[in-house]
């Protein structure tokens, strides 16, 4: 059973940067690992979306500029840096898998969840 592991939420200041982590315990592996965000009642947003073959990514305009999605396929890991924070960034942050190699921002088009991460940005 294949496993999505997110680490690395915290509480920072507006203007600070955290780095969170996707970690893929399992086989098979999906071609596209996205970044999602659920703030307290609201819908989920897509954030970022990477290829883990060839490494195109997409990203939500709201965190163009300040967020950066990789991957480690070495280790399995897809990372997301986000830079710059402000207040709406706050959300719990959700890393998801998709077989298709189209790249989306879409949940629907996601097959495998992980527990989340919390990220509360403070003015």
């Known amino acids: 059973q294949v496993q999505l592991v997110e680490s690395g939420g915290d509480s920072v200041e507006v203007g600070g940067s955290l780095r969170l982590s996707c970690t893929v315990d399992g086989y098979p592996y999906k071609n596209i690992y996205g970044w999602f965000r659920q703030a307290a009642g609201e819908e989920y947003e897509g954030v970022a979306a990477?290829?883990?073959?060839?490494?195109?990514?997409i990203y939500a305009d709201s965190v163009k500029g300040r967020f950066t999605i990789s991957r480690d396929n070495a280790k399995n890991t897809v990372y997301l840096q986000m830079n710059n924070l402000k207040p709406e960034d706050t959300a719990m942050y959700y890393c998801?898998?998709?077989?298709?190699?189209?790249?989306?921002?879409?949940?629907?088009?996601?097959?495998?969840w992980g527990q989340g991460t919390q990220v509360t940005v403070s003015s």
């Open positions: 990477i290829s883990r073959g060839d490494g195109r990514t």
């Open positions: 998801a898998g998709r077989y298709a190699t189209t790249l989306m921002l879409d949940e629907a088009g996601y097959t495998e």
